[in-house]
């Protein structure tokens, strides 16, 4: 077993993954081309939470060379945008976002993807939105064009459990699992 050495890493607990763009990289708002994904981390999950806070304040010390840029100081951790956010507050009318926290990560290189045994999944259908797994994720402090902040990249995923699919777009599996046996004969 691996030891999480680097205070900007973090492995999260069981989170739901949203938006998820793990096997083609798209891009978002006309901006470079990237695989992403939002992972959707319940508010009961403190220890998750609080590794990601602390990887937050790790990055800002990190980055503060960055962050001060050609300006006579640092802006104060509070001052420059986080990206851990709350879903209650920012997604009201979303129910996968209620009692939970959110954080997008995105990564210009593809994550690797493996299940619950650390298997690789090279089937595009295991993974979707709604599915129940774990993140690797760094935290990073960037600079460009006078925005100033703390963000975060897609190392890898790992596949716990299937979930229900979010988006409104159901799957084939799930659609033709009940009485299509019976009616198809009669």
Not at 53 to 81: D, F, M, T
Not at 115 to 141: P, Q, T
Not at 158 to 181: C, H, M, N, W, Y
Request: with cysteine.
């Amino acid at each position: 077993m691996s030891i999480n050495s680097h205070p900007t890493k973090v492995v999260t607990g069981v989170c739901t993954f949203s938006y998820l763009n793990c096997w083609d990289a798209k891009s978002i708002n006309g901006g470079a081309e990237k695989y992403s994904v939002s992972l959707i981390i319940p508010k009961s999950d403190t220890r998750t939470i609080e590794k990601i806070k602390a990887a937050i304040r790790a990055a800002y010390e990190e980055g503060q060379a960055r962050l001060k840029g050609n300006g006579k100081s640092v802006p104060a951790l509070s001052a420059l945008k986080t990206p851990l956010r709350d879903g209650d507050l920012e997604r009201p009318d979303d129910e996968a976002y209620a009692n939970s926290y959110f954080i997008n990560a995105n990564s210009s290189t593809r994550p690797g993807i493996v299940d619950a045994e650390r298997n690789e999944i090279l089937d595009r259908s295991e993974m979707y939105s709604g599915v129940k797994g774990r993140a690797s994720i760094n935290l990073y402090a960037y600079n460009v064009n006078g925005n100033r902040g703390i963000a975060c990249g897609l190392n890898n995923l790992q596949k716990i459990a299937d979930g229900t699919p979010l988006g409104g777009r159901s799957r084939a599996v799930d659609d033709f699992a009940t009485e299509a046996e019976d009616d198809f004969l009669n």
